[in-house]
């Protein structure tokens, strides 16, 4: 069976994410290395689920797949938003203390837009 519709190179989002925060935490390093172990943890805790549902919702394609696709979506969805919360917990449960909060949700908020930039771009990559 032949696809005509080929999957969107999301796996360069991930990739993309991962470079942005490394220079992220490279940069701010010099002014202060709980800031930047914060900075990298956000990064993470957005990036590994979202990088998650990807591999799943993006596993199948075409029409005769619609099922397997949806499934897919489902299970990529309710992971990522467990990952998410387990990540989240275990960073405020085992290294709260050494944690600079508000570098972390910002990282963490700074990813999803680097991730809306990239996923638009990848839409478009023709």
Excluded: H
């Excluded at 938003?81 to 700074?110: E, H, K, Q």
């Amino acid at each position: 069976m032949r696809i005509t519709i080929e999957a969107p190179p999301v796996g360069r989002i991930a990739k993309t994410q991962m470079l942005i925060l490394f220079v992220f935490v490279v940069v701010v390093a010099p002014l202060s290395i709980k800031t930047s172990y914060s900075v990298l943890l956000g990064g993470i805790i957005q990036i590994v689920p979202q990088a998650y549902f990807s591999l799943l919702a993006f596993r199948y394609a075409g029409a005769r797949q619609v099922p397997k696709i949806l499934s897919a979506i489902q299970k990529g969805e309710a992971g990522k938003l467990l990952i998410t919360a387990l990540l989240f917990g275990l960073s405020f449960g085992f290294i709260g203390p050494l944690l600079d909060v508000p570098a972390l949700f910002f990282a963490y908020g700074a990813m999803i837009i680097v991730q809306w930039f990239c996923a638009a771009k990848a839409l478009n990559y023709k």
